[in-house]
C-alpha cells in the first residue's frame, strides 16, 4: 500500500530507504508546473566546514514512498575540478526537509 500525495496521487512504497543522508539547506526554484528544481545546497562536510555546491544537474526526478513517507528522490551530478560527483537529493514533503546522499554512500 502506497502513500498519497496532496494532488490524490499515489505512491508506490519502495520498502526502506536505507542509505546515509546528511541534513542540507536547499536553495530550490519552482517550475510554473509548481515543480521543485534544486539549483544549490549547502551542507557540513566530516570536518565541520560548510560546503556549498552550486550549477547542480538534475538528471531525474522519482517519486517515491519509504515506509510510507511521501518522498521526492533527485538524482544529480555537479562537476568540479574536472570530474564528476554523483549524489541524491531527497524532499521529505511532509517536514519540508532536503537530504543529501553520495553515490556509494550506503549503509
Known sequence: MGAETSEGRRYTDDGRLSRRQTEIACG????STGNAMPKMIKYRD????IRQIDHIHVVNLEK???GGRPIQEYRC????????????????AESCRWKLSWEGWED
Open 28 to 31: 530550490v526554484w519552482f517550475t
Open 46 to 49: 566530516e570536518d565541520g566546514i
Open 64 to 66: 517515491k514512498s519509504y
Open 77 to 92: 551530478s555537479v562537476v568540479y575540478g574536472n570530474r564528476e560527483y554523483l549524489f541524491r537529493l531527497y524532499y521529505y
